[in-house]
T-cell receptor, first 115, second 115 residues
Framework: GDSVTQMEGPVTLSEEAFLTINCTYTATGYPSLFWYVQYPGEGLQLLLKATKADDKGSNKGFEATYRKETTSFHLEKGSVQVSDSAVYFCALSDRGSGNTGKLIFGQGTTLQVKP | DTAVSQTPKYLVTQMGNDKSIKCEQNLGHDTMYWYKQDSKKFLKIMFSYNNKELIINETVPNRFSPKSPDKAHLNLHINSLELGDSAVYFC??????????????FGSGTQLSVL
């Protein structure tokens, strides 16, 4: 079945450092891809998404490009802030489930940014 | 005005008890979900309802029974609680299940601890 794999965390960076969180997927067909963020004590929030190959999603300085050839959707930010400390989830829409809106999530990557 | 609200936020109970978690969304969405997040942050879908109709029922013990009295509510009842049920349970909603680009709106979670 479809699956999402993210890099192991925690990722610890200093403020203003460059961030990359790797995400690769396995899917039949052409899923939509998402990054969700979970701040401490809160539910997940959509950060960005891309719906087809070569699309770039962006929000709040974060970017990710849908790469069909490498089945990847890596999250990047040029300069992280302490407030970016959170758990980041890569996800894909499970089109094989008959358009039920089901999302398949990666295992999450914890980001810690130190001042 | 909380979009997706779930209660209680924390639930501590003994093995063998029966408990319920309630979820309400005021977004006018048609589809609601229950996700389970384990101690390693891994997030997996349990159930989904669309306009009070069950559309996703993953491999979940039948001790778990969702109930949707109307499309704004999706409650989760758990019978005979076991230690392995300890997790954070998230309710979510989306406007329409038919689009795989749909954004999910999550509640802030219910942390269940079974002693």
């Amino acid at each position: 079945g479809d699956s999402v794999t993210q890099m192991e965390g925690p990722v610890t960076l200093s403020e203003e450092a460059f961030l990359t969180i790797n995400c690769t997927y396995t899917a039949t067909g052409y899923p939509s891809l998402f990054w969700y963020v979970q701040y401490p004590g809160e539910g997940l929030q959509l950060l960005l998404k891309a719906t087809k190959a070569d699309d770039k999603g962006s929000n709040k300085g974060f970017e990710a490009t849908y790469r069909k050839e490498t089945t990847s959707f890596h999250l990047e930010k040029g300069s992280v802030q302490v407030s970016d400390s959170a758990v980041y989830f890569c996800a894909l829409s499970d089109r094989g489930s008959g358009n039920t809106g089901k999302l398949i999530f990666g295992q999450g990557t914890t980001l810690q940014v130190k001042p | 005005d909380t979009a997706v609200s779930q209660t209680p936020k924390y639930l501590v109970t003994q093995m063998g008890n029966d408990k319920s978690i309630k979820c309400e969304q005021n977004l006018g969405h048609d589809t609601m979900y229950w996700y389970k997040q384990d101690s390693k942050k891994f997030l997996k879908i349990m159930f989904s309802y669309n306009n009070k109709e069950l559309i996703i029922n993953e491999t979940v013990p039948n001790r778990f029974s969702p109930k949707s009295p109307d499309k704004a509510h999706l409650n989760l009842h758990i019978n005979s609680l076991e230690l392995g049920d300890s997790a954070v349970y998230f309710c979510a909603s989306s406007q329409d299940r038919s689009s795989t680009n749909e954004k999910l709106f999550f509640g802030s979670g219910t942390q269940l601890s079974v002693l």
